[in-house]
Every structure is written in C-alpha cells, then in structure tokens.
C-alpha cells in the first residue's frame, strides 16, 4: 500500500510537472507569437523602413559650383576634377604620423602638404575625411590602389576643385572658397532656420541638407555673398548594398543642379591695366560706370592668389599673409579709410553753392591763410593766390577759399548734404564686410567719445573738414561712388559687382543692376560750376593735373589730394626724408568724358606723396585704356592674356616690382606710361601740414601747380582745339574787379618753397 502511494505521488508530482512544462511551453509560444504580431503588424512599417535603408544607401551627389567671368566672358572662376589622398584619423590603427610617413613613400608628401594636413586638422572633427595630397597624379593613384589594404582610413577619391586661372588680379573681388568650418556651419543652419519658418517663401538652396556632402563655402567676396546662387541643388542618389556596405548596383538617382553662373560688371582688361598701375605700391581704386552703377575695376594693392586656399592654406604661408606690413588680405577699397583730403572740394563747394553760402563769382583775395578763434590755418602757397572764386579755388585748390566755406556752412550742414552723396554711409556694393567711415558731426562725437570733455564739438574743428581734413574718413568705394553720382547729375545709383545671374541649363540670364536709388536735389547750373571747375584742374594750365593730363584726347574733369599722415610740428616737410609709413597718401577723382560721362572713379596710392605727381598718372592711365585703348580688340586681349601670364602657382604677398620687366603673354603690347613733362621729383613735392590737433589730414603741394596765367593771357579760339576737346573753362572774377587772375608766374626749374610746417594748408 506504502509502495502504490508514492507511486500515486510520483505520478501525481510528473503530471503537475508536465503541466507546468506545457504551461510555460504555451506562455513562451504565446509571447513569441505575440511578439511576432506585433512585429508583424503593428510596427511592420518602421522595421521594413529600416530593413531597407540597411538595404540601400543614400549618397549626396554635390552639384558643380557656378562659374564668374567678366562683362566680357573672360572666365574668373571655374572648375575642375581631380583626385585626392584623404585619410580618416578615426580609421585608422596606426599613429596619424606613421601613416604619413609610410604614404610619403608611395606618393609624394611635402612639408606644405603636412602643415596644411595640421592646420585642417585642428579645424575638423576626428571622423572627417581631410585631403593630404591633393592633385594626384595617375600613376600616384595606380601606386596607392596597389598597396591600399596597408592602409585603413586612406582613401582617393574625386573631388571638384576650384580654380582662379587669372591669380591675383581681381582677388578681393572674386574672392576664394574654402573648407566649412564650425562658423560656416552656424551660419548655415541660421540660414536654414529662418528660411523653415518661412513656409511660403522657402528656398531649398537654403536648406541645410541642400549642404550634404558638401566641404567647401565660399569665404570672401562674391564667393561668400552669393554663396546660394553659385553653389546650386544637391542631388541624391540609391544605391543598394550588401551586409558588408559593397554597392551593388543603383537603384534610382537626383541628379544635381549646377550653381548659376555669375556675370560680373568688371572689364577685367581694365582691372589688369589698373592693377598693373600700381605695380610697387600699396593702395587702391575703383571705377564706376556713373549711369549704371556698374563697378568697372576695383582694385586693392598688394593682391594675393586665392588659389592657395582652395587646398587649405598652411599655417607658414597663412602667417606670412597675415603678419605681412603690406596687407595684402586687406580689402582697401571696402574695409581702408582714408582722410579725403582735397579731393573733398568739390563737394564742399557744391554744397556751398546749393545752401546759398557762395555764388560763382563771390571770391576772396588770398593772403595765404586763415585765422579763426586765435589760430591760424595755412594754404599751400603761403603768399597767397591772388584773386580766388570758385572756379579758381577747385582749379588750384585753395585751402583759405575752403576754410572759410566750412566756417560759413557750419558742421551740420556740411554732414548733412554729404550724407546722400554716400559719404559716412554703407553705399550697400554686393559683397560683406563693407566699412561705414566717418562723416564728422556734433552728434557723431557724442556717441564716440565717452569723456564729456572730448564730446564738445569746437568750432575750429569745422575749418579743417573743407579741405578733406579733420575727423573726415572714407574709403574709396564711397569716394567714387560720390563722384560718380556728381558726374551723373545727382543722380544716385547703387555700386554693385555681379552685373548678370545666368542659369546653367537654360542659360537664361536676369540682370542684378539696380534702379537709381535716389536723386539729390540739386540745380544743374550749380553742378556745372563744379564741374567746370573740375574740368579746369585738368584742362587749364594753372590746374594742378594739368601736366599730367596734357595731350590725352578725351575731355576729363578731375581732382587732385593728399592725406597727411604724420603731422609735423614747426618745421618743414621733406617727404623724401621721412620713413615711407610716414609720407602722406596721395588721391585722385575723375570722370570723362566730362559731356557724356563713361566711367568715374577714385583712388589712393598710400604714402605715395603728392596727389598729381602719385595717383594722377594711374587715373590716366586707367582712362586712356578704357576710352582709348579698348576700343581696339587686341589691347583687350592682350591685358587679360597679360592676366594670366602673371599668375604664379606661389603663396607670398604680391605687390609687385616696377623696376622688373613684367612677364607678359606673347604679342602683349604695353601700354606706354603717361609722360608727365617738367614733373617735380619727390624731394621738390612739398606739401602742407593740416592744423594742429587735427586727425590725419592732407598736405599741399605748390609743385603742382604750373606757371599760372595772367589776366592779360587770351583764351586760345575753340576752333584751335584738338579733336574731342573743347576750350576748358577759365576763372573769372566779379565785375568791376582789378584783382589779377592767377598769381604771378615763377620759375617751374626751381623747387617749389617748403610748406609743410606747422598750421600749413593741404596738398592739392
């Protein structure tokens, strides 16, 4: 009986065993099979989804970056492929500098490539993909394919590389694109960010995955500004793969949409005329053309090769730009600011004329200076210059006419007829970074200055801003933006660069040039006396551009200036004898022709002295290429060809060197130099100093001036006159006056009297 009970148990313990086993066993397959439902069912979508993008892979096809030429289709920026060695630092099982070494010995890696390797590296995240050999031969690239399994992290791959075929010339303009740092990259996604709330205005080409795939941006000028429009869609393509991320074959592809080109305003013939110009010195230009507001030629000297960034700049040859004395990443006609000097003159006797402070006629006899509040502001010449209205003021640039103006006219009014002219003021040109400048006014140095003894605005302070001194700092986009707005009449038209956007595709083109923006009030007969005046400074033997000007066969209206850069107290100035740093800037304004104005512009050659002597055979030059020389094909030609034999696959600063034969293209012409007969040297130019407690201010220069005319001197008949010229306006006094018209003659073989001492007026 014992033995039948625990059988009964065992029996009783198996049956609840086996249940428990079929119980679990149940459980098990009810949760694997509702877990298969749920798979299955409820979340079938999301796990196909990722089967197939396990599956396939998305790659970003990067669109070709948009071209840049000239007015003329003379190309500034292009493409092109070509492969490079990239490593990974993530990848890879070796030491970074094992690697290279190790890859030194399959192709070709200099110290450049690795300092540039270095400097990329500190910009990047460690999983990026860094080029350390760009340009890579076929035979390095067969090298490299045969010995890849040595190296995990190394790959070669094709990449559009930009290049800028014509070197320096244009460089501030075109500007450069380079890798997109972590600023770039904020910038993008800021981009991105208001272009999504934005709904019905949305742009995916500003989109931050319209940047997939992408490694460049541009960095500066119209690289950078139009940055949306040359870098086009992104495309996408499927490509199915195996487990191993092999590809296998393609599944549907996006292609992508190349960038719009750019047309610029530029001639760049001109630009290379112009920049050639400058070959030895540091300053800059621009040339508008006044009834567009077309930009002609911007010029900043010294230029540098934006083809050395497109690789990665190495750090040696980003210091030796950078620290260079000469600036020659420096945007001067954009960023420098510069005292006007006497090139503010005719704005200053416009304003004058418009405000009902002077008449044509009304005039003063010039004693040589002009005493205000106890202080004594001197002219250039410092026995004065006879009898001076207007015309005669602009002509030989008296500074006692204009120190009296500026007390006549007051600080305010002076602010605040400038203003329009553009002066002071962001003229809103088509690339970034543009300065503001100084227009001086009461309220001006309230905001500036903290202490309130030095927000006081004097009195004396108004007498140096007639002459282009003082506080006054512009740069030379806005001075030739102003006087291209005088040359048009008032008429105010926007300065840009890009002159046309086309489509690739299409190749349909939409003009950029902008409507007139505004129209100055003014009375054209007051703008004919300025006019005349400036005509007169080039056209009129006693005009301080005569000389230079003498023989060119257009009629052109203009304005000489110097910028004091060091003011010397009680004693003479001797620019030879200074530090060049310390010689004063020379300027010139012109347009021409002066009846149907074609082209205006301005410029500063930095301590280059006397204005005439300095900037004005550079202004000739520029105009006779462009009025003259253009006209015939080949001298284009040869200018851009001359372009691009210039350009040097080379790092360093390039100012040039005006004692070296210049490496030109074959059947190049150069253009001869303007001769300046009788020109004084640098030892005779003698300027004067502003007055003390002035900001840096022009210097003025007796030498300018030739043998003036006397009253009894007759006016040749026009009919006398070269072909395309006419008889130049001479000054002429009120009625009844026997003032004589001019000083008296002196001696043109003798050095001009020193005049550079303290309280002395502007160079002219």
């Not at 010995?147 to 790959?155: I, T």
């Not at 630009?271 to 300053?283: M, T, Y």
């Not at 911007?298 to 040859?317: A, L």
């Not at 005439?612 to 030609?637: C, M, T």
Request: hydrophobic share 40%; charged share 20%; proline share 7%.
């Amino acid at each position: 009986m014992t033995e039948f009970n625990d059988t009964q148990q065992q029996l009783s313990r198996f049956r609840l065993r086996v249940a428990a086993a079929g119980v679990f066993v149940f459980v098990c397959f009810g949760l694997l099979a509702s877990r298969f439902f749920y798979l299955q069912l409820w979340q079938h979508g999301k796990y196909a989804l990722q089967a197939e993008e396990n599956r396939i892979s998305v790659a970003p096809i990067v669109p070709n970056r948009g071209i840049i030429t000239d007015r003329n289709g003379v190309v500034l920026a292009k493409n092109y492929s070509a492969y490079t060695l990239e490593i990974t630092p993530s990848k890879l099982t070796d030491t970074l500098e094992n690697t290279i070494d190790k890859l030194a010995t399959i192709v070709q890696i200099d110290a450049r490539d690795r300092r540039r390797f270095k400097k990329l590296q500190e910009d990047s995240k460690n999983f990026e993909s860094l080029p350390i050999r760009t340009r890579l031969t076929d035979d390095e690239v067969a090298r490299f394919t045969a010995q890849r399994f040595l190296f995990p992290g190394v790959d070669v791959r094709a990449r559009l590389f930009r290049q800028y075929p014509l070197g320096t010339t244009a460089a501030h303009v075109i500007g450069y694109i380079g890798r997109i740092s972590k600023r770039d990259q904020d910038r993008i996604d800021a981009m991105s960010d208001d272009n999504d709330s934005d709904p019905e205005h949305y742009d995916p080409r500003r989109d931050a995955n319209n940047y997939k795939g992408t490694d460049y941006v541009g960095k500066i000028g119209v690289e950078q500004s139009y940055e949306t429009e040359l870098h086009g869609l992104t495309g996408f393509e499927e490509v199915e793969v195996t487990a191993g991320g092999r590809p296998v074959r393609t599944l549907s592809r996006t292609q992508a949409t190349p960038g719009n080109n750019l047309v610029l305003s530029l001639d760049i013939g001109l630009q290379q005329v112009a920049e050639q110009a400058f070959a030895g010195k540091r300053g800059a230009l621009v040339a508008i053309e006044p009834k567009t507001g077309d930009v002609l030629a911007f010029v900043s000297s010294p230029s540098f090769d934006p083809n050395s960034f497109v690789d990665g700049i190495d750090q040696q040859t980003w210091d030796e730009l950078n620290n260079s004395p000469d600036k020659p990443l420096l945007n001067r006609p954009l960023h420098g600011t510069y005292p006007p000097g006497s090139t503010y003159k005719p704005f200053m006797a416009l304003a004058g004329l418009t405000l009902g402070k002077r008449t044509p006629s009304w005039g003063i006899q010039d004693p040589g200076y002009f005493t205000f509040g106890g202080h004594t502001f001197r002219n250039d010449v410092r026995s004065g210059q006879g009898f001076v209205d207007m015309n005669k003021a602009i002509m030989v640039s008296n500074d006692t006419y204009f120190y009296m103006l500026a007390r006549d006219l007051g600080v305010n009014a002076i602010a605040n007829f400038m203003k329009p002219f553009g002066f002071g003021q962001i003229t809103g040109i088509d690339i970034q970074g543009e300065a503001r400048g100084i227009l001086p006014s009461p309220d001006w140095k309230r905001k500036t200055f903290k202490k309130a003894a030095q927000q006081k605005w004097f009195d004396g302070e108004t007498i140096s801003l007639g002459i282009g001194q003082g506080y006054n700092s512009f740069t030379i986009l806005q001075l030739a933006h102003a006087t291209a707005t005088l040359a048009n009449d008032g008429v105010v038209m926007k300065p840009h660069l890009v002159k046309e956007v086309e489509d690739p595709i299409s190749r349909g083109r939409h003009l950029t040039v902008p409507k007139e923006s505004d129209t100055i009030p003014l009375k054209q007969s007051d703008i004919e006396v300025v006019k005349r005046g400036m005509e007169n400074v080039i056209e009129n033997p006693s005009g301080t551009a005569y000389k230079v000007f003498r023989g060119a066969p257009y009629l052109a209206a203009g304005k000489t200036g110097t910028a004091q850069v060091f003011s010397l107290q009680g004693g003479n100035y001797k620019g030879h004898l200074l530090a060049e740093h310390l010689r004063d800037h020379a300027l010139f304004i012109a347009y021409a022709p002066v009846d149907h104005p074609q082209i205006a512009l301005a410029l500063i050659v930095e301590n280059g002295g006397w204005g005439a002597q300095s900037a004005g055979p550079i202004a000739r030059r520029v105009l006779d290429f462009y009025l003259v020389e253009r006209q015939k094909p080949e001298n284009e030609a040869a200018a851009v060809a001359a372009a691009a034999s210039a350009t040097e696959p080379i790092n360093a600063p390039v100012i040039g060197d005006a004692s070296k034969a210049v490496t030109v293209a074959a059947g190049f012409k150069m253009l001869p130099q303007p001769v300046v007969p009788g020109a004084a040297s640098a030892a005779e130019a003698a300027s004067g100093a502003s007055a003390p407690g002035a900001n840096p201010a022009s210097g003025a220069n007796a030498a300018e001036l030739s043998a003036p005319v006397t009253a009894s001197a007759a006016a040749p008949a026009a009919a006398s006159m070269p072909p395309f010229r006419r008889m130049p306006h001479r000054p002429h006094k009120p009625a009844g006056e026997a003032q004589p018209l001019a000083a008296a003659p002196r001696n043109d073989n003798r050095a001009a009297p020193p005049a550079k001492a303290a309280d002395a007026g502007t160079a002219h």
